[in-house]
């Protein structure tokens, strides 16, 4: 696993607008970086990021299957009683799972150590399903990468079968797709999947979160009192819980992608049942509730306290020896804490690198790298290419 310098090529950013990348720069810093790229080997990706990603996959998904039974356990992580059976019904019906990311510290050489999994609302996914594939086939065509250069990246085609699927499991010809207001990311993410889901045959209409409305028959409606049957949305089933129109949920009767039980996988409380079932695994870190933490293992020094529903790297705190530092601000923590024990992500001169490893339903699919001179992966930090030579 190497970082290596890389000339921007002169175009890139009249490119990014002409196929509508618009959150290349975010408040006033780069986010897509083409000074430098990293450099797998086959090997690397194959044995230490694609099959343990998939691996976890399953292992998460038999959490899954322990919470929903669980009525303890789902309090434990703080999923509100009155959607116990709305998580629990989605996760009986099987209803299908589009896309998720597992978060991993890797250094090319030990095993990946999963930090977390994103399964309910990751972005980054045009960055890692198209852009970084742009960038590579420019910088082979120019000569500066060999022609041998490839890419651990399927992301836009199972994104495409998999849209595909779901069609054909909800048997629908449209969908609606939803993010907040004010948010270029997001908009950029739920637009790349629009075209995905177009290019799967679907009719994909768009309407913000803040704009979807309720029917006198209680019925979700975008701006056009159309009814919403069918519907990606990128916010956190967390956030919804909370809002005064979950009362109308069950009722609503939404098929929804992502679907409810993945509140599950999404939450960090995910971790320590994971290392309840697996202890030991090589591709875990030891992880426990915080209010369980004085049974945590004595042969780790350092813990990191995560709160259960903490987004882009917030309200993160180092425990060492009973005294915490915090390492991030934000408004999360009422719901509760894990630990984890702290394992650093790896640094290329001052850069600490963060490896996203998506999976498409149950496949591996493809990586993202992002590096931040802060220990904290946050919403701001870069984004860069890879290859596999």
């Known amino acids: 696993m190497l970082r290596l310098p890389s000339t921007p090529r002169p175009h890139w950013q009249k490119q990014a607008r002409d196929f509508g990348f618009h959150f290349h720069t975010l408040y006033g810093e780069p986010y897509w970086d083409e000074s430098a790229y990293y450099q797998f080997s086959l090997k690397q990706i194959e044995q230490d990021l694609e099959a343990p990603t998939e691996e976890l996959h399953q292992m998460c ?3 899954v299957e322990k919470v929903v039974k669980d009525e303890a356990l789902l309090n434990k992580l703080a999923i509100p009683a009155q959607h116990w059976e709305l998580v629990s019904e989605s996760w009986r019906d099987k209803q299908p799972s589009l896309y998720s990311r597992l978060d991993f510290v890797y250094d090319g050489s030990q095993p990946a150590k999963l930090l977390e999994n994103n399964a309910d609302t990751p972005t980054s996914l045009y960055e890692s399903g198209f852009w970084q594939w742009l960038w590579l086939a420019d910088k082979v065509d120019s000569g500066e990468l060999s022609r041998h250069a490839d890419q651990f990246n399927s992301v836009q085609e ?21 993010c907040c207001k004010n948010t270029d990311e997001d908009r950029g993410t739920v637009q790349y999947l629009q075209d995905c889901a177009k290019d799967a045959g679907l009719t994909a209409d768009f309407v913000y979160i803040e704009d979807i409305g309720i029917s006198d028959t209680g019925y979700f409606t975008d701006l056009e009192d159309c009814p ?4 990606f949305k990128l916010y956190p089933w967390e956030f919804i819980f909370n809002e005064e129109f979950s009362q ?13 039980w993945k509140s ?12 309840k079932y697996f202890p030991n695994h090589p ?3 030891p992880a426990y509730f915080y209010t369980d933490s004085p049974n945590a293992s004595k042969d780790v020094m350092r813990w990191i306290k995560k709160p259960l529903f903490s987004r882009e790297g917030a309200n993160i705190s180092l425990l060492t020896a009973g005294n915490e530092r915090a390492l991030s601000d934000g408004p999360y923590g009422e719901e509760g804490f894990i630990v984890q024990a702290y394992s650093p992500l790896p640094r290329f001169g001052n850069n600490h690198t963060l490896i996203g490893s998506w999976l498409i339903d149950d496949q591996a699919a493809g990586i993202s790298i992002r590096e931040d001179t802060s220990s904290i992966t946050q919403d701001t ?9």
């Open 248 to 260: 109308y949920l069950p009722k609503a009767a939404v098929n929804w992608v992502e679907p409810p």
């Open 61 to 63: 998904l038999h959490v």
């Open 381 to 389: 930090s870069r984004y860069l290419p890879h290859i596999i030579l």
């Open 158 to 178: 199972k994104l495409v079968a998999r849209f595909k699927e779901i069609a054909g499991f909800y048997n629908i010809d449209q969908m609606h797709f939803a």
């Open 264 to 275: 599950i996988l999404s939450n960090k409380g995910l971790l320590p049942l994971l290392w």
């Open 228 to 231: 919403i049957t069918d519907c």
């Open 283 to 285: 591709n875990l870190l």
